[in-house]
């Protein structure tokens, strides 16, 4: 791309567009990509980036993937969109039975959503309707632990971290739930795990269910935290008779080593929230899983019905690319590879840990964190792993990367190194 036409459609961009999280036009003007293939995105001043990212931890085939391509093109041959109300289409079928054999037992209804935030209020709905469904309408409050991140949209933002997440300023207009303090990654959480039983037991009139992120809490710190406590959680949660609800959105599908984090506590939540990775970073797509038991309840009391539906709801395009990400994920040596990225990230960033800003240093899977003592500068940053061949998105007090899984071990030392150097 030439100069001008650069320099106009920037323009353009600055006049019109409202990027996330961003003031319009944006401070810190975005970067034109022009194109994207396997692990580089090709930016349209001529530079190549390897991204670090996976375009916000979705694209974990990489870019203009062959396999997804064909799906995507394939599927355009019979429809690209039909309505799923009355009607049902072979895709979304099949895509339905393929997420009930990977994930954890007793899953076996699945709820096509839009995007993951979409996914959450899905499932906080479901909860709510469940107990509604058997008589206990004063069962609508949720309980979840501080530091979490849910989604951008008001049920969702229900249960992010009132204090210190990013939807405070929303504090007096979302539904007050109870909170937790959050589970420290080296464990010995008693003290989290005994004030959640006394909110469970002091409100388990009103308390619906319990809503966290299995193993690692994403948007809201990026921390991790031991299987154990999952665990225990799942145990309070059978004692005290309320339902538990795992956000996968960006654990599942092979993040943290198992195909869905809580496989690591060997827990089977009553509801699952999946998106992200689900369409190999192609189209927006997430689903909403849950057990017989709770949707037949739903079905057969009250309204008999999940009051939720989507237009887009299992659209054919997202059906088919989500069957093949799953079918390229099926054949990809998924425990081997994701442990060989883990070592390599952590040799890599571990490098970091004695420099002066840095607070600490984390890695779990395909996911490597470094968290600083104060918020960084996120266009310097930016500016300095650019200049090494690397995208990263840093923010607050964080510096992290969630690579494709077909980045080479090349790649991945390229990115630590770009991370050392742009805190050196």
């Known amino acids: 791309m030439n100069l001008s036409d650069l320099e106009k459609l920037l323009a353009l961009d600055a006049e019109h567009v409202w990027h996330p999280y961003a003031a319009a036009p944006a401070v810190v003007a975005p970067y034109l990509v022009e194109s994207a293939s396997g692990t580089r995105l090709k930016l349209a001043d001529g530079r190549e980036l390897i991204d670090g990212m996976s375009s916000w931890w979705a694209a974990i085939h990489g870019y203009n993937h062959p396999v997804l391509n064909?799906?995507?093109?394939?599927?355009?041959?019979?429809?690209?969109?039909?309505?799923?109300?009355?009607?049902?289409?072979?895709?979304?079928?099949?895509?339905?039975?393929?997420?009930?054999?990977?994930?954890?037992?007793?899953?076996?209804?699945?709820?096509?959503?839009?995007?993951?935030?979409v996914s959450v209020e899905v499932a906080i709905k479901m909860a709510i309707?469940?107990?509604?469904?058997?008589?206990?309408?004063?069962?609508?409050?949720?309980?979840?632990?501080?530091?979490?991140?849910?989604?951008?949209?008001?049920?969702?933002?229900?249960?992010?971290?009132?204090?210190?997440?990013?939807?405070?300023?929303?504090?007096?207009?979302?539904?007050?739930?109870?909170?937790?303090?959050?589970?420290?990654?080296?464990?010995?959480?008693?003290?989290?795990?005994?004030?959640?039983?006394?909110?469970?037991?002091?409100?388990?009139?009103?308390?619906?269910?319990?809503?966290?992120?299995?193993?690692?809490?994403?948007a809201g710190g990026m921390r991790f935290y031991p299987p154990d406590f999952l665990k225990k959680v799942r145990v309070l949660c059978d004692q005290y008779q309320v339902l538990l609800i795992a956000d996968e959105i960006a654990t599942g599908f092979g993040r943290t080593g198992r195909m869905f984090a809580c496989e690591h506590a060997a827990v089977t939540p009553d509801i699952m929230c999946v998106g992200k990775a689900l369409t190999g970073g192609y189209l927006s797509f997430a689903a909403t899983m849950t057990t017989e038991e709770v949707c037949r309840t739903i079905s057969?009391?009250?309204?008999?019905?999940?009051?939720?539906?989507?237009?887009?709801?299992?659209?054919?395009?997202?059906?088919?690319?989500?069957?093949?990400?799953?079918?390229?994920?099926?054949?990809?040596?998924?425990?081997?590879?994701?442990?060989?990225?883990?070592?390599?990230?952590?040799?890599?960033?571990?490098?970091?840990?004695?420099?002066?800003?840095?607070?600490?240093?984390?890695?779990?899977?395909?996911?490597?964190?470094?968290?600083?003592?104060?918020?960084?500068?996120?266009?310097?940053i930016q500016e300095c792993v650019m200049a090494q061949g690397v995208w990263l998105r840093p923010f607050n007090n964080l510096i992290y990367t969630m690579p494709p899984f077909i980045i080479s071990d090349q790649e991945i030392v390229m990115i630590t190194e770009a991370i050392n150097f742009s805190l050196s």
């Open 70 to 117: 064909q799906a995507v093109t394939d599927q355009l041959a019979s429809m690209a969109h039909v309505m799923f109300g009355g009607l049902t289409h072979e895709p979304a079928i099949l895509l339905a039975k393929k997420l009930v054999d990977l994930t954890p037992d007793r899953l076996t209804r699945v709820f096509f959503c839009d995007s993951g935030s």
């Open 129 to 218: 309707q469940y107990w509604l469904s058997l008589g206990q309408a004063a069962k609508n409050k949720l309980l979840t632990i501080r530091h979490g991140y849910h989604g951008d949209t008001f049920g969702a933002m229900s249960v992010c971290d009132p204090v210190a997440g990013m939807h405070h300023l929303f504090g007096d207009l979302v539904n007050g739930q109870f909170f937790v303090e959050a589970p420290a990654p080296s464990g010995g959480n008693e003290r989290q795990l005994v004030e959640m039983e006394r909110m469970l037991a002091e409100n388990n009139g009103r308390i619906a269910v319990v809503i966290l992120e299995p193993m690692v809490q994403g």
């Open 300 to 380: 057969t009391k009250g309204p008999k019905m999940l009051m939720h539906g989507p237009t887009y709801m299992a659209n054919p395009l997202a059906c088919s690319v989500a069957l093949a990400s799953l079918g390229l994920l099926a054949q990809f040596p998924l425990a081997r590879r994701i442990g060989e990225i883990e070592l390599l990230l952590r040799q890599g960033l571990e490098k970091c840990r004695e420099l002066a800003p840095v607070k600490d240093v984390r890695v779990l899977g395909a996911i490597g964190v470094i968290e600083t003592h104060a918020p960084v500068d996120q266009q310097k």
